[in-house]
């Protein structure tokens, strides 16, 4: 597996500031003397993203933000727009992930316009697609994914080469501890290809597998062929599961 990997840790809402702050540091000291392929970055809270951005400054640990809105500034109570985390220092724009579909009502319309601001700010999309249990025991789960895969990209300009990353995280997978099962996720992630080859053939497009992901499952993701990374939310909110999860995928490259 000599690939560059991606691993995202995607903090969610678990930590407050002091955690999310101590997190930062003792990731910078971990990854301060490693060199290899595998990239990693951190989506914290838009409340400690200015000081997590601050820890991380002359580290190789990027960050990103977890929701933006897509209206540069004005009167949009709570929101924070994607120019805002640019000019933050934000590298990537998290987008459509399933607790703000599910949660918070965002529609495929809404993730659209995410994703060309995202574009126009200059930050790099991490797309989340996935079905639920229902829609998979319906036999309904590429057929899910290709509805949402269609109306973020369908018709959209994108420059070439630009780099997106889509994430299939089955929304079933998702903090339960019941990961998909590595073969089912490889059928999809070829798919999504398959799929983004003809909306976004302009596009660098990576794939990341995201649910439950944890040091025991990882490796079995990161050797099928279409995978690129992993976006992992509980594991990655202590310092223990990221080592454990970097070493398991350090076994693996040695
Ligand atoms: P999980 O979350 O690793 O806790 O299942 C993944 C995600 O929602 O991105």
Redesign the pocket.
């Given at each position: 597996m000599n690939k560059p990997i991606y691993f995202?840790a995607?903090w969610?809402m678990y930590l407050d500031n002091l955690e999310s702050e101590k997190l930062a540091f003792d990731l910078v000291d971990y990854f301060k003397d490693k060199n290899d392929n595998i990239s990693i970055a951190v989506l914290p809270s838009a409340l400690s993203f200015i000081s997590v951005k601050n820890i991380l400054e002359n580290s190789n640990i990027k960050i990103g933000s977890q929701n933006s809105y897509w209206i540069d500034k004005g009167g949009y109570t709570g929101e924070v727009s994607m120019q805002m985390y640019k000019s933050a220092g934000s590298n990537f724009s998290l987008i459509g992930?399933?607790?703000r579909r599910h949660i918070f009502k965002e529609s495929n319309h809404d993730i659209r316009e995410k994703l060309e601001s995202a574009i126009v700010a200059g930050l790099t999309p991490i797309i989340?697609v996935g079905e639920t249990g229902q829609e998979r025991n319906d036999g309904r789960a590429e057929e899910i994914v290709e509805i949402q895969l269609r109306a973020v990209f369908e018709n959209i300009l994108i420059p070439d080469g630009l780099e997106i990353f889509i994430?299939y995280?089955p929304v079933w997978?998702?903090?339960?501890?019941k990961?998909c099962n590595p073969e089912d996720a490889e059928q999809m992630h070829q798919k999504v290809l398959t799929i983004a080859n003809v909306l976004i053939s302009s596009a660098n497009v990576k794939i990341l597998y995201?649910?439950?992901?944890?040091e025991k499952n990882v490796v079995s993701y990161l050797t099928k062929d279409s995978i690129d990374g992993v976006?992992?939310?509980?594991?990655?909110t202590k310092i223990d599961t990221v080592v454990a999860i970097h070493q398991a995928l350090s076994k693996e490259i040695a």
């Open positions: 995202f995607n969610k992930h399933s607790e989340c994430a995280e997978a998702i903090g339960t501890g990961a995201g649910g439950s992901v944890s976006l992992v939310g509980n594991a990655s």
